[in-house]
C-alpha cells in the first residue's frame, strides 16, 4: 500500500483530503513467549508488516474511522468526550483507538478537536504478529504528532499496555507494545518486562532468514485462553510464596523452581508455571547464543520453546504444531516455533536463504493436506517504529 493510494481513498470515503499519512509496524518475537507478564526476558523486532492511518483534522467533536480491512465497509463515528468502550462486537475493533484517546486525555493532555482516520493494516487478520499493539502505537503517534503532546515514546508504549489490559480487556504483558513502539531497523529488542531495561541487538542471521508462517485461522487473544493462563501463573506465584519472596515467575532459575514445586502441588499449575521459568531462561541462553554468533544454539533453543509452549503451557495447537513440527524437517531450518499468544496466529522459522522457497513449498503442501486450506508465507523486514511518512 503506497501513500498515495491511501490518500486517494481517503479522499473517496471522506470527501476531503488527507493532512498526513502515518505507519505502524507489526511485531515478531524471536523467543520469550508468555514471559513478559511473568516479569521475564523478551527478545522481539518491529516488522515491516503493520498499520498505515491516513489522518484528517475536523473543526467539530467526532472522530470518525474507516478501516479498508473490515467487510463492512461503513464509517464509525464517537463523540470525542465518549469515554465508554463499544460494546457492539462488530465495532469492537474501534476501542484500540479510543482507548488511547480516552487514557491521553486522562492524563491532561489536550485532543480539542475530531479527526477522520482511514486505517489500512497489510499484517493477516488474526496472524498474531500483534496488529492491536500496532494500532494503539499508530493512534498514540497521530495524536502525539497532530496535537503536539509532549509525551514521551515510552508513555505512549505504557498507555497502549493500559488500553489493552482496561480498555480492550485483555490481561497481556508490555511486550507486543515495546516492541512496536521502540522498534529498531535491523535490530531486535532484549527487555527485561520486569524493570523495563531494554538494550538493542543486531539482529544479524548471515546466511539465514527469518520466514513468518501463518495459519491463517483466526484468532481473537482476549476470547481465548490468554486470560486463563495468566491466571494459572498467579496462582502458581501465591503457592510458592508460602515459602519464597517473589512477586513473578521470571524471578526463579529453573533450579529453585524444581526444588520449590511441591508448593505448587498441582499438574497443571506445575506446567503453567514450569514453561515460564524455563522459556525465560531460554531467551537469556538464546541473548548468548547470538552474541556468540552460534545460530545452531540459538535454532535448537527456539525448537524447545515451540515445546514447551505445547507440552507445558499447551497454546499451540494442530495449525501452529503442524508449521513448526514440518519446518524443522525441512533442509536449510536451524529452528521453527509458534510465537504469540498462541491458539492460532503464527509461527517463524529461521531457514538458509537459498531454502527458503523450498520450506514454503514444502510445508505448504503439508499444512493443506493436514489443514484443509492453506498458511501464508511471508519474509520479514525489520523495521523502525511508528513514524509519519
Keep these: 500500500m503506497d501513500k498515495q493510494q491511501l490518500l486517494n481513498e481517503y479522499k473517496d470515503v471522506f470527501k476531503t483530503n488527507a493532512d498526513a499519512v502515518y505507519f505502524s509496524p507489526g511485531r515478531i518475537n524471536v523467543i520469550g513467549e508468555h514471559t513478559d507478564y511473568n516479569g521475564g526476558h523478551v527478545f522481539p523486532c518491529a516488522i515491516s508488516l503493520g498499520t498505515y492511518g491516513a489522518y484528517g483534522a475536523r473543526n467539530d467533536q467526532t472522530v470518525s474511522l474507516y478501516s479498508m480491512n473490515m467487510d463492512n465497509g461503513s464509517i464509525v463515528s464517537f463523540d470525542l468526550n465518549d469515554e465508554d468502550p463499544e460494546k457492539d462486537e462488530d465495532k469492537s475493533w474501534i476501542n484500540y483507538f479510543k482507548g488511547m484517546i480516552v487514557y491521553l486525555k486522562e492524563l491532561g493532555y489536550k485532543i480539542d478537536h475530531g479527526f477522520n482516520l482511514l486505517i489500512h493494516g497489510n499484517l493477516p487478520y488474526g496472524a498474531g504478529l500483534s496488529s492491536s499493539a500496532s494500532i494503539e502505537l499508530l493512534m498514540g503517534t497521530i495524536l502525539k504528532d497532530q496535537f503536539n503532546l509532549d509525551v514521551g515514546q515510552l508513555d505512549l508504549v505504557k498507555l497502549g499496555q493500559k488500553t489493552e489490559n482496561k ?154 504444531d503442524t508449521l513448526a513440527e514440518n519446518a524443522w524437517r525441512q533442509e536449510g531450518v536451524l529452528g521453527a516455533r509458534m510465537i504469540g499468544g498462541g491458539f492460532a496466529g503464527s509461527a517463524i522459522a529461521i531457514v538458509r536463504k537459498d531454502k527458503a522457497e523450498e520450506l514454503k513449498k514444502n510445508v505448504g503442501k503439508i499444512y493443506r493436506e493436514k489443514i484443509g486450506y492453506d498458511a501464508s508465507f511471508y519474509d520479514a523486514e525489520i523495521v523502525d517504529g511508528p513514524q509519519r511518512i
Design 167 to 320: 480498555y480492550v480487556g485483555l490481561n497481556s504483558g508490555i511486550m507486543d507494545q515495546f516492541a512496536v513502539g521502540m522498534g529498531k531497523k535491523d535490530n531486535a529488542i532484549f527487555l527485561d518486562c520486569s524493570t523495563l531495561e531494554y538494550k538493542y541487538l543486531p539482529l544479524e542471521l548471515g546466511d539465514y532468514e527469518i520466514v513468518i508462517m501463518s495459519t491463517n485461522k483466526k484468532h481473537s487473544l482476549a476470547s481465548s485462553k490468554y486470560n486463563e493462563r495468566v491466571a494459572e501463573c498467579e496462582e502458581a506465584v501465591k503457592r510458592l510464596n508460602q515459602k519464597l519472596d517473589i512477586n513473578k515467575l521470571g524471578e526463579l532459575d529453573e533450579k529453585t523452581f524444581d526444588q520449590y514445586t511441591y508448593l505448587i502441588n498441582d499438574k497443571t499449575l506445575i506446567k503453567r508455571a514450569r514453561h515460564a521459568v524455563s522459556e525465560n531462561q531460554r531467551t537469556l541462553a538464546a541473548i548468548d547464543a547470538m552474541q556468540k554468533k552460534d545460530l545452531e544454539e540459538l535454532g535448537r533453543l527456539i525448537n524447545a520453546s515451540h515445546i514447551s509452549l505445547h507440552y507445558d503451557y499447551e497454546v499451540s495447537g494442530k495449525e501452529l
